[in-house]
């Protein structure tokens, strides 16, 4: 490994600098949230619903209670409008009329003790009128009770591609062979080790900067600013949203943080003072974001010699009690529904349902690793029954350069995914062990073995015209001494972003990488780049940083020659601020159309090929992982060694998700809301991973970068289910697969061939 | 008053004595390098050295540690010197979000006191008590491994 940085001239894209947030980290000085010291603050409680669906008749404050110094705030208190904004106005900050889940916030309190603070919560009783809720897809697709609209459906996309004036049904039967399957995935926690947390305060008028202040974790501080101006009724300048050092996200910082930091800012309003609203484990599992729950069901017709021909895919998603991002969650779920594949006619049709559980949203991959689970276990399917190697089957349908997706797109760069396979299968010796592990192990044998693979893409930046629509910018400054700061509000949240902006900065302007530094993110003090989320932090605004650095230093460098240092602060003492706005282009060839779904639906994809080995426990069903290979096609490595961090963490997250992770609901209620019985892999766990970074580059992107953030968390559960399938010789087209499901599956299996 | 070591510097507390730990190095001492994660033993993001052992400091109440010695994050480095662990932290992608990291050097540190040639089974033992949900693990074995060569190459401790 290279180790660069300080104050060298060498090109730092694609060297291990050191990662610059490290010291404060190992030293315990990074202040995330709950570490920043606020004298004479509140600390904050929300009040919930424990009722699923209902109408709120009152709130009863118990007057046997001593209220003293204890605020209480209700939706009356809100000033602005009662909505979280974010894409539809249907989600209130808090409940005033109508229960939609359990969880639900119907007031907020504050106290100087955390104490006193947790009995006042208790003294808070809601007057509900319980109504019969809609707790599953089913439920809310049999539509005995409207929750949403006329039928219970938030958003619905359709996919057509080549039908040529005939259904897909027909398309599809007039194949050799045809095989219809269907799968399901469950919710899943995000998880991150740091709860939710924000601190508010509010400045008057007339001081420096008035208006509201609010400092946190969260990954899209303009996303809380758009809320907080709804909400308290505010412009844009009276809002100063703040990342703190923020302890992992993963998608479940990405439109939750609203809700806590409104909470935060009306308590902090009415009561007067700052007031801290840090979450603890418990309520952060139950009020905060999943995984939305899908059911896929998917028919294909095929050749005699396996060549993938028509495609019909019905994806249903679980929204939850509000819209939230669902509709977004959707469309790159149905997207990335084709898989890899080529498909000569297709049509993909998905719908999210509402449900009277707490709104699903954000998490790693955003939909594409429920659909992506239901085709890789469908071409598992397809490969039994053409008895076909998995593996071959997927080489010769893979898609390829001058490939056509579903969506009408022709691929013409940047499709590494032969080559990951190829990485994959030799590391791991893949095809010699699925064959061997296909022979009878001894009778009575305590553990048996499987070896799986998937092959999958992930999009890169916004879906369809989203980037376009978004405009997200980038502004670099010329400091003292010839320094950059890079300001935008794409946030750290410990992938990296804070050092791989300093390094694709550094070559653009050809400077030291100590010559850049970034600005923590604050609205106030940086451009709106657009959320941290979609894999386009490093491909869409690192383009855009390069960019914007490059533009000053050529400023700094066309005033004469000599040293950058004194040349930068000559110009500066001339002209007080140099800088530069960079607002991002997708390339003019990336077409859309947002009604259709037809066109270019991203600007180019990443591409994998995950390989799992396990053991499963014949008695106990329980899987040991004891290898992972994973081949990943990201563009170029910028930071070699944090890509494959992103690569590995995704992995066990996916892993996790198909192996332990389990959210088990009664009435609405979450029954194991703890760290203790919501299991997440330990080191013990997680296996060795071998991580394989394949680079074909993608022009658009810094260096040819393309997202590396979701691809991990795609490939790991399909992999596993292919596995443990060979182990158990019993098929696994649901998730989770925790030892009763294997059982099950077992079970199943033996009664089927006896029959 | 409870009387105990922090970091080497003696301390005191007029906290109950069925205070946790954790919020007595938190909130009156200042050191917030310690971690809450759960808040019920799960996550290891709140352990410190209690003589030398790596204990969940959310589940230490501070009247536990009357006499005793504890080390936080904040005891490891020797000034502004890194120890070889938070080096290689640094260096070989052990900490990514970092809210894990403080417990995660404290276990390490305590299993390279005790065997500077461990294996990465030995290793994954150690820390299986830390959770970390974003690395997958690889880099924290690699990087502990890289500083217990270190350690070994200096002859130092850990």
Redesign the interface.
């Known amino acids: 490994m290279t180790t660069n940085g300080t104050g060298s001239r060498e090109k730092t894209v694609g060297t291990n600098v050191s990662r610059v947030d490290g010291r404060a980290k190992v030293t315990g000085k990074a202040a995330y949230v709950d570490d920043l010291a606020t004298p004479g603050a509140l600390f904050g409680a929300t009040v919930r619903s424990d009722v699923a669906r209902g109408t709120l008749r009152g709130i009863v404050k118990d007057p046997a209670f001593d209220w003293t110094g204890i605020t209480v705030v209700t939706a009356a208190d809100i000033p602005g409008d009662n909505v979280v904004a974010l894409i539809e106005d249907d989600q209130p900050l808090l409940a005033k009329d109508a229960i939609r889940h359990v969880y639900e916030p119907v007031a907020l309190v504050a106290c100087a003790d955390p104490v006193r603070l947790q009995k006042a919560v208790a003294a808070i009783s809601l007057d509900v009128e319980k109504l019969p809720p809609v707790l599953s897809i089913e439920d809310a697709e049999a539509k005995t009770q409207i929750i949403h609209g006329t039928d219970n459906v938030q958003k619905r996309y359709v996919i057509e591609h080549e039908l040529g004036g005939k259904t897909i049904d027909e398309l599809i039967a007039a194949c050799d062979v045809v095989l219809t399957g269907r799968y399901a995935v469950h919710h899943q926690e995000q998880m991150y080790i740091e709860p939710q947390g924000m601190i508010a305060h509010w400045e008057e008028e007339g001081g420096p900067t008035p208006g509201v202040h609010v400092t946190g974790s969260l990954q899209c501080p303009f996303y809380v600013h758009k809320a907080m101006k709804r909400a308290f009724g505010l412009e844009g300048d009276k809002v100063h949203i703040g990342q703190a050092v923020t302890g992992g996200g993963f998608g479940g910082k990405e439109e939750y943080p609203s809700i806590v930091a409104a909470h935060a800012a009306l308590l902090s309003k009415v009561a007067g003072k700052p007031v801290r609203m840090i979450y603890g484990r418990k309520e952060d599992i139950e009020a905060t974001t999943k995984r939305h729950p899908a059911r896929v069901e998917i028919t294909t017709g095929c050749t005699k010699t396996g060549e993938l021909v028509a495609l019909k895919i019905e994806c249903a998603m679980d929204g939850g009690a509000y819209v939230t991002l669902t509709p977004v969650v959707l469309s790159r779920g149905i997207l990335h529904a084709a898989g890899a594949y080529k498909w000569k006619h297709a049509r993909v049709h998905g719908w999210a349902v509402a449900t009277n559980t707490p709104p699903n949203g954000a998490f790693r991959g955003f939909g594409a690793p429920q659909t992506i689970w239901a085709i890789e276990r469908h071409m598992d399917r397809l490969a039994e029954k053409l008895g076909r190697e998995p593996l071959a089957l997927r080489q010769q349908n893979v898609l390829g350069i001058g490939s056509v997706t579903v969506t009408g797109q022709t691929l013409t760069e940047s499709v590494g995914v032969v080559e990951c396979i190829e990485k994959a299968t030799k590391a791991s010796d893949y095809f010699v062990k699925r064959a061997h592990y296909n022979e009878p192990s001894p009778p009575h044998a305590r553990t048996r073995r499987g070896i799986g693979a998937a092959v999958f893409m992930h999009g890169a930046g916004f879906t369809g015209s989203g980037e376009r629509r978004l405009k997200g910018k980038v502004q670099v400054d010329l400091e003292q001494g010839g320094v950059l700061r890079v300001r935008s509000a794409s946030t750290d949240i410990g992938q990296g972003t804070e050092t791989i902006f300093r390094q694709i900065a550094a070559d653009a302007a050809e400077l030291p990488f100590d010559s850049i530094v970034v600005e923590t993110p604050n609205t106030s003090n940086v451009p709106d780049s657009g959320p941290t989320v979609a894999s386009r932090t490093v491909m869409v605004v690192g383009s855009i940083v390069g960019k914007a650095a490059k533009q000053v230093a050529d400023r700094v460098r066309g005033t004469g020659a000599g040293d950058f240092a004194k040349l930068a602060d000559a110009l500066l003492a001339k002209e007080k601020t140099v800088s530069a706005l960079v607002e991002y282009e997708p390339p003019l060839k990336i077409q859309f159309n947002d009604e259709t779904y037809r066109g270019d639906a991203y600007p180019c994809y990443a591409w994998a090929c995950d390989i799992a080995e396990v053991e499963v426990d014949l008695d106990t069903f329980e899987t040991k992982v004891l290898g992972f290979w994973a081949a990943q096609d990201i563009g170029k490595a910028i930071h070699p060694l944090m890509c494959a961090g992103q690569v590995e963490g995704g992995t066990l997250q996916a892993i996790g998700w198909a192996l332990y992770e389990n959210v088990v609901w009664k009435d609405g209620h979450i029954m194991n809301p703890r760290m203790t019985n919501y299991v997440i892999p330990t080191s013990k766990d997680a296996p060795p991973f071998t991580t394989f970074l394949v680079e074909h580059p993608f022009s658009g992107g810094p260096s040819g970068a393309k997202g590396v953030g979701e691809l991990p968390m795609d490939g790991g559960a399909p992999a596993i289910a292919a596995a443990v399938e060979q182990a158990i010789r019993a098929k696994c087209n649901d998730l989770p697969l925790l030892p009763e499901d294997l059982f099950r599956a077992v079970r199943a299996a033996r009664e089927g061939a006896r029959s | 008053m409870i009387r105990f070591k922090v970091n080497g510097a003696a301390r005191e507390t007029d906290a109950p004595p069925l205070a946790r730990l954790l919020d007595v190095l ?1 909130v009156p001492l ?11 033993g ?2 290891g ?1 709140c352990s410190v050295l209690l003589d030398g052992v790596p204990v969940n400091s959310c589940l230490v109440a501070v009247g536990q540690c009357e006499g005793r010695d504890i080390v ?3 005891g ?2 020797h000034g502004e010197e ?1 120890t070889p ?2 080096r290689a ?5 052990g ?8 417990g995660m ?1 404290v276990a390490a540190e305590a299993l390279l006191r005790r065997n500077t040639r461990p294996t ?1 089974d030995d ?3 150690a ?15 690699d990087s502990i491994q890289a500083a217990a060569a270190a350690v070994r190459a200096k002859g130092s401790r850990a």
């Open positions: 938190r200042g050191l917030t390098g310690t971690k809450e994660g759960c808040g019920e799960e996550c993001a936080t994050v904040e490891l480095a890194l662990l938070q932290f640094v260096e070989d992608g900490a990514q979000c970092g809210i894990c990291t403080p050097l990465d290793i994954r033992d820390i299986a008590g830390n959770l970390c949900r974003c690395t997958g693990y690889q880099r924290i074995v």
